[in-house]
């Protein structure tokens, strides 16, 4: 068996590729949890964008609410620590601060969906031109406030503690490390879990999903049959913005305990690709997020351990901007390559109007 992999690894340009995907799954449970953690905040834009989309809504401005969240989160834990107190608690190490900060992020996120709800679907506005004002305002109001805060070298309210799973649980031969890499995380990670798996069901299984999906695909049939298309869809856009907030939040609040101006980089976009990767269904979302996220695990494991032999020598001679932009050059790539094969709902982006009562 060695003799055949060993000729394998011999072959030329084909035999890099081998080596390559034989060093991904050796390293695959060591590096697991880095890549949950960077897929977090995208697979949250991602559902967001699926929420807002199977209703018939185009957000682009995901980018711009989970920075809101963001700050809001970490800025709201500089005042409210000295009013509510920062003893951390038993679960989670989630103090008053921590929890009052998450619910305000929440429903920053809340209000930025608002303002794009009501533009897109009541004004009916250019629903790209929305989302683009949304995202600049974002990252200039943040940045704007950040540098101020920035000047009193303040501290916030810290961040979440990860779960710490049952050894026998993480133990179990072959897959331990999956329960390891899903539980040994934060709350809002762990969330992350639970909003796939039920929003899967929910948007495929009940009443809701099927009127969600009805509306994102045929408004005005959906609305002869009594499904008030106004309502529904101002109701899952906010429902996004949750999403989006808890994306936000897990940057400032989990993932680190500070806010960096425009820290959110570009996920909320990546969220978005990953969205139309995996044809607007949750799990497809989070398995295309998933399969973004998997360069910020391979390139932080060729910098500590790179392979051996003549693969080793080529990733290690490669700059350090190469692994920086990976991320982004993997969405470009994935992306491109399901343009035309991933159909979005029909109605996606059209604004409805009501035909007047005669």
Known sequence: ????????????????????????????????????????????????????????????????????????????????????????????????????????AILSGLIVSVLHAWLSITVRADQIISGTIINIAAFGITGYLNTLLARSSPTGAGAFRDFAPPDWLVDLPFVGWIFETLLNQGPLAISLVVAVILFQIFLFQSRWGLRTRSVG??????????????????????????????????????????????????????????????RWSPLGAFGAALLFASSVGISQSIRIAPPPGDLGVVLSGLPGQFFDALPYVVTIVVLAGVVGRSIPPAADGQPYEREAAT
């Open 217 to 278: 695909e045929h408004p005005r049939a959906a609305e002869t049959v009594g499904i008030d298309v106004i309502r529904l869809r101002y109701r899952n856009v906010l429902l996004g913005g949750v999403l989006a907030a808890m994306g936000g939040a897990f940057l400032s609040m989990e993932a680190t305990a500070s806010f960096q101006q425009g820290m959110t980089a570009g996920r909320g976009f990546i969220g978005l690709a990953a969205m139309i990767v995996g």
């Open 1 to 104: 068996m060695n003799d055949i992999i060993n000729a394998l690894y011999g072959l030329p340009i084909l035999g890099l590729a081998i080596q390559f995907v034989g060093y991904v799954i050796a390293v695959l449970p060591d590096i697991s949890p880095i890549i949950f953690g960077a897929a977090v905040p995208i697979a949250f834009a991602a559902l967001c964008g699926v929420m807002c989309e199977r209703s018939g809504v185009v957000n682009i401005g995901i980018e711009g609410t989970m920075l809101v969240a963001a700050f809001v989160g970490w800025a709201s834990g500089i005042f409210l620590v000295p009013l509510v107190g920062s003893e951390a608690g038993p679960i989670f190490g989630a103090s008053p601060a921590l929890i009052v900060a998450l619910l305000l």
